[in-house]
């Protein structure tokens, strides 16, 4: 494990703890794990992974919180359009550059079911 993934892990684990209401029936260390490696992998590229959303729906998500995959899939998207409104993310979640909505999204780690792969653009 990378120092990066350790140091994320314990913010999301303390965050957890932190959090009222948090609840999942996953072990919260390695769920804290899973996520702090998710997030360190969106930062250097592009990722696919699952999580449930709100409606029970499963949804497989491609990501990135890496600027430079973000600023080219602008640059090439005709049909990209800044969103001028977003909502304030909660404590115990997670946002991401949806590369197939072309616009920020976020899910919650109690519905985070796992990451499938990466791959580079």
């Known amino acids: 494990m990378t120092a990066e993934i350790e140091s994320l892990q314990?913010?999301?684990l303390a965050?957890?703890?932190?959090?009222?209401?948090?609840?999942?029936?996953r072990n919260?260390?390695?769920?804290?794990?899973?996520?702090a490696t998710l997030?360190?992998?969106?930062?250097?590229?592009v990722c696919i992974f699952k999580f449930r959303k709100k409606d029970?729906?499963?949804?497989?998500?491609?990501?990135?919180?890496?600027?430079?995959?973000?600023?080219?899939?602008?640059?090439?998207?005709?049909?990209y359009v800044p969103r001028?409104?977003?909502k304030k993310a909660r404590p115990t979640s997670t946002s991401y550059f949806d590369l197939e909505k072309g616009?920020?999204?976020?899910?919650?780690?109690?519905?985070?079911?796992g990451m499938e792969s990466?791959?580079?653009?």
């Open 10 to 12: 314990k913010l999301i």
């Open 15 to 25: 965050t957890m703890n932190a959090e009222a209401g948090f609840s999942t029936g």
């Open 28 to 35: 919260p260390l390695n769920l804290s794990e899973e996520i």
């Open 39 to 45: 997030v360190s992998e969106l930062k250097k590229g």
């Open 56 to 79: 029970g729906q499963i949804r497989r998500a491609t990501g990135t919180l890496s600027q430079e995959v973000i600023d080219r899939y602008r640059e090439e998207s005709e049909a």
């Open 84 to 86: 001028v409104h977003r």
């Open 103 to 113: 616009e920020f999204r976020c899910f919650l780690w109690e519905n985070f079911l």
């Open 118 to 121: 990466d791959y580079s653009l």
